[in-house]
């Protein structure tokens, strides 16, 4: 990685750092939502640079709520606003230095969901996940179901309710019937739960019928966010047999308001796990295609700071976002700019990195503890959880910045 | 029912009689797409209409590629629109009788998917089709899962590949592994099939949070099409297990153009099928909420002319409208305008009312023949399968018209 220094002042430690420079959507006061860039503790207000005459790009594209219609221009004009920007704030007679009124401060803007969702899908991806999942549900001994090896297995997931971060989420009603019970009773979900995932944006559409290879897959993801896959763990062991999730998790789901782009993740690739067994041809790929990206999570309560719950990686995943976008599109299924496809629950190998408190208190047996004391086995009203992820190489860091949400009693 | 008498030819048995006046988007020759209402053989150009100033409406809420912004003007405005049009094709002297320009012949219409749909769900509410399945699948002692009779049981959907009736589906590629495989192959699907469903399209959008009770739940249904969720049996089969179907449904779904708004269904009310156990408050029901809409499908190929392989009757499900779109926000899941929630296969108790091959060949077991004695268990390539619908009454009829796709090879 060639070293980059910006004349704009960045924090040592942010994860907005020059090497990332993410796209999100912001809006100030009451002015309409736009697109906009992060560096450091600012916001590069994109319309107002284009307006400047210094982009290549008409300012109208970023004059919108969302990104689709600017992601939808395709990589080769995306990044090159990115990297023009990039140089904009790297060299020494930049004109945006007389420009002060192209950079808001972050805690002055409101963040918006990047984009519009058209629709969401939830992998299944973690070998770990899985198999703690079918250790506590199913049978110990064969905790993983006979395709899992074989299908990056994943389900179609509620768009509508995928929120932004900092929104709160009502707890979800619903029916439960626990093992106890002759019939269900309809209450508030007592299992309240994250689950710590990181979602790709779509960024190229496909027509009905056309596959995409897993080699081809990379031109089809625009960038990365974090995603808290909130779930309802009574609602959901009731209604998931035989069709799967549906409103144990449609209630909400969070995402982190800056997309990190495939190119701004280069850098930290590395080798996934091996595969076996041998997977199908069209399964197959070449090179490094996972990503070491850094996560945890802390919850905190109205009584108690933040305590971390899980640290966990990115790059533990068994199957890659190259896999699950060719596994998607195999059957012909097409693909819109803004879909979102969300990896699941990513649990490393030890307790420390499980990504959900279904494992992290192994259904609900073993509360643990925030730092006042005060005990969880899952989320209560008025708690928070945050997830935080980032990439860092040679002193080098890409961050996602959070995910965070707050539990609020039913309506 | 009132007799109205309109002036505009109507044949016999058309589904579009004076009492429907569905709603849908047609084009002509390279203009762009509209809003029209359907009548006998004809089509009003709604915006035609409204620049007449015959209709108390702006013309531009018409002039879009999709109904969703019309439809979100509420069932006050959408109403009176419907009632505006019948009165004007049932008067005397009406001013629609000097200008000949506002009827296109639908066989000179292209049509086109009336809403954009932002999340498609379909739940699985037939009792006979639910019965069937786990008797082919599971236990035929116990082919109704726990859950069945409490929850109207369903799961998202894939929304991006639901195409309008006539257009060519691709055969799915995928994953199958059958019981005597080792290990799995990528194939095309050899067992592909059709399920027989109704769909509704949500009217009315909610926040998140938010609860809709039974009672309240018709003002958020706009109205109802045809609906056919292909189903690939065989990658489903495989792929299914834990989190539902993924890839052996979402490559497409087709739906009828024309939606038949619910007022339109309202004399057709009838009451559904006793619910046994009492199910909970939320969603129990009072009055008529099933409608008695009688459905067929047929099936032709290339060498034979249409069979009809199933009749069927929106009437038999276990769990209607009210109840799915109950269930479907009690957790707070949101809901837009433009939203469809599908049936599930609508079959009945006899073998001739089955809504799927799945079904009416047994798994493949008992093969049927189409008219020319060519053999089926499921559907072949240039296969066509079309569905039909219509509700009637004292010699009144409201139809569907039809949903039609032709499967061929794949890509």
Same mark, same amino acid.
């Given at each position: 990685? %060639?070293?980059?220094? %910006? @004349?704009?002042?960045?924090?040592?430690?942010?994860?907005?750092?020059?090497?990332?420079?993410?796209? +999100?959507?912001?809006?100030?006061?009451?002015?309409?939502?736009?697109?906009?860039?992060?560096?450091?503790?600012?916001?590069? /207000?994109? &319309?107002?640079?284009s307006d400047l005459g210094l982009l290549d790009m008409d300012a109208t594209f970023f004059n919108r709520s969302t990104l689709n219609e600017f992601i939808a221009l395709g990589k080769k004009i995306t990044n090159k606003v990115r990297l023009d920007i990039q140089k904009l704030l790297v060299i020494e007679n930049s004109p945006l230095k007389n420009h002060p009124e192209v950079f808001i401060l972050q805690k002055d803007a409101k963040m918006h969901l990047p984009v519009q969702v058209g629709d969401y899908t939830d992998?299944?991806? $973690?070998?770990? *996940?899985?198999?703690?999942?079918?250790?506590?549900?199913?049978?110990?001994e064969n905790a993983l179901l006979p395709n899992w090896r074989h299908i990056p297995v994943g389900y179609h997931g509620r768009a509508s309710s995928i929120v932004v971060s900092g929104t709160d989420i009502h707890r979800p009603m619903g029916q439960v019937k626990t093992n106890d019970m002759k019939v269900p009773v309809f209450k508030a979900s007592g299992n309240l739960d994250?689950?710590?995932?990181?979602?790709?944006?779509?960024?190229? $559409? %496909?027509?009905?019928?056309?596959?995409? $290879?897993?080699?081809?897959?990379?031109? *089809?993801?625009?960038?990365?966010?974090?995603?808290? /896959? @909130? &779930?309802a763990r009574d609602i959901q062991k009731w209604e998931y047999v035989p069709l799967g999730p549906f409103l144990g998790k449609s209630f909400a789901s969070s995402m982190s308001p800056w997309i990190v782009t495939l190119e701004a993740l280069e850098p930290f690739k590395v080798q996934g796990p091996e595969q076996q067994p041998e997977v199908l041809s069209y399964l197959k790929y070449e090179g490094e295609n996972n990503y070491d990206i850094q996560l945890e999570v802390g919850m905190s309560s109205s009584t108690s700071e933040e305590t971390t719950v &899980?640290?966990?990686?990115?790059?533990?995943?068994? @199957?890659?976002?190259?896999?699950?976008?060719? *596994? *998607? %599109?195999?059957? +012909?299924?097409n693909l819109n700019v803004g879909d979102v496809m969300a990896s699941g629950t990513i649990s490393g190998k030890d307790e420390s990195s499980y990504g959900s408190l279904l494992e992290i208190s192994w259904g609900g047996k073993k509360p643990f503890e925030l730092k006042d004391g005060s005990k969880r086995t899952f989320i209560e009203d008025n708690d928070t959880v945050t997830m935080r992820g980032f990439a860092e190489k040679e002193g080098k860091r890409v961050g996602f910045g959070e995910v965070s949400g707050t539990i609020i009693p039913s309506k």
């Open positions: 990685m %060639t070293t980059l220094n %910006t @004349w704009v002042s960045v924090p040592e430690y942010s994860d907005f750092s020059i090497y990332n420079l993410p796209f +999100g959507i912001f809006s100030v006061n009451t002015e309409a939502p736009k697109g906009g860039i992060a560096i450091g503790e600012q916001i590069v /207000d994109l &319309s107002a640079v992998f299944y991806s $973690s070998i770990e *996940h899985a198999t703690n999942v079918g250790k506590m549900f199913r049978d110990p994250f689950e710590l995932e990181m979602g790709f944006v779509v960024g190229k $559409s %496909t027509e009905l019928g056309e596959r995409v $290879s897993t080699k081809d897959a990379a031109e *089809h993801i625009f960038g990365l966010v974090l995603f808290n /896959d @909130w &779930s &899980s640290k966990s990686n990115f790059k533990y995943m068994y @199957w890659n976002m190259m896999q699950q976008l060719a *596994h *998607h %599109t195999v059957n +012909g299924c």
